[in-house]
């Protein structure tokens, strides 16, 4: 079974750009979240998505955003980047939202900020 | 909100050795604690979880326990092996997929 796909791997923006980064979860996975993580603020929650509704939200600003597909696809956008959103951004997928299943991450993209 | 405090930051053992870390956690409706391991440039890899009606929990050469009363979890790894060189992470979460992590522990094991 392959595992949660995120693309691009790399990606580099300049100030005040806007981004997509997309991620497929595992198959048959229909809970997706998503993660900063940078060396000063470590692992950080974004959000959540099951069953296309956003469950749960972390302390990040409107300029960050997401929504899930019926595949179970997510994608999240950034706007009007700043440095600051130098990071690794992490999708975890696990077979719902409910029950606490185990979640399995992506490999990231690295996303840079000139 | 809820918080998870992760100790030690970083943590050096000889090959062979025990090494254990322990993490706080604030809000006592917390009931999943995940494990995992971050290798250099890697995903962070699932290694062990344990849910809060459970006291102990075992897999091979790691182990992890839970105190609810003293909201406290520890991972236990034993006869470590260089491979084990990684940063750890402990998460906590309440019933939903948004995992609040510790600030990670990086571990080194010397032959």
């Known amino acids: 079974k392959a595992g949660v796909t995120q693309t691009p791997r790399y990606l580099i923006k300049t100030r005040g750009q806007q981004v997509t980064l997309s991620c497929s979860p595992i198959?048959?996975?229909?809970?997706v979240s998503w993660y900063q993580q940078t060396p000063g603020q470590g692992l950080q929650f974004l959000f959540e998505?099951?069953?296309?509704?956003?469950?749960n939200k972390g302390n990040f600003p409107g300029r960050f955003s997401g929504r899930q597909f019926s595949n179970s696809r997510s994608e999240m956008n950034v706007s009007t980047l700043e440095l600051g959103d130098s990071a690794l951004y992490l999708c975890a997928s696990s077979l719902d939202s409910y029950s606490n299943q185990p979640q399995h991450f992506g490999d990231g993209t690295r996303l840079s900020i000139l | 909100g809820e918080n998870v405090e992760q100790h030690p930051s970083t943590l050096s053992v000889q090959e062979g050795d025990s090494a254990v870390i322990k993490c706080t956690y604030s809000?006592?409706?917390?009931?999943?604690f995940p494990w995992y391991k971050q290798e250099l440039g890697k995903r962070p890899q699932l290694i062990i979880d344990?849910?809060?009606?459970?006291g102990e929990k075992k897999d091979q050469r790691i182990a992890v326990t839970l105190n609810k009363t003293a909201k406290h979890f520890s991972l236990h790894i034993t006869e470590t092996q260089p491979e084990d060189s990684a940063v750890y992470f402990c998460a906590a979460s309440i019933e939903t997929d948004k995992l609040i992590f510790g600030t990670g522990t990086r571990l080194q094991v010397f032959p």
């Open positions: 809000d006592s409706a917390s009931n999943y």
């Open positions: 198959s048959g996975h229909r809970s």
């Open positions: 344990i849910r809060s009606n459970v």
């Open positions: 998505y099951f069953s296309e509704t956003q469950r």
